[in-house]
Nanobody
């Protein structure tokens, strides 16, 4: 069973940094499209960053230049390094997997079939 598991959330002041990790189990992780998504209270889930099996990366405009997604295939893990955090980055962050990245769908939550439980990120001003 495909099951991403997130870790690394927490509370930080504006301008600080956090690194989220997503460990993979139950599937051939290296061949999957892996994405990070977030959902703030009262808002829809939105795409943050996605990396394909071939290393193609797409970021949401709101995080470009501040967040970095990476994957470590031998460790079956994908990371989201978040720098210069802002209060508006506060949300539950989810890791998700799809068998294949398709152009135009990198940041679409409805395209990803497998989801972790989420990890909370809170940024205070």
């Amino acid at each position: 069973q495909v099951q991403p598991v997130e870790s690394g959330g927490g509370s930080v002041q504006a301008g600080g940094s956090l690194r989220l990790s997503c460990a993979a189990s139950g599937y051939t992780y290296s061949s999957y499209c892996m994405g990070w998504f977030r959902q703030a209270p009262g808002k829809e889930r939105e795409g943050v960053a996605t990396v394909s099996s071939g290393g193609v990366i797409v970021y949401a405009d709101s995080v470009k230049g501040r967040f970095t997604i990476s994957r470590d295939n031998p460790k079956n893990t994908v990371y989201l390094q978040m720098n210069s955090l802002k209060p508006e980055d506060t949300a539950m962050y989810y890791c998700a997997a799809a068998p294949l990245c398709i152009s135009g769908r990198f940041l679409r939550p409805d395209y990803f079939a497998y989801w972790g439980q989420g990890t909370q990120v809170t940024v205070s001003s």
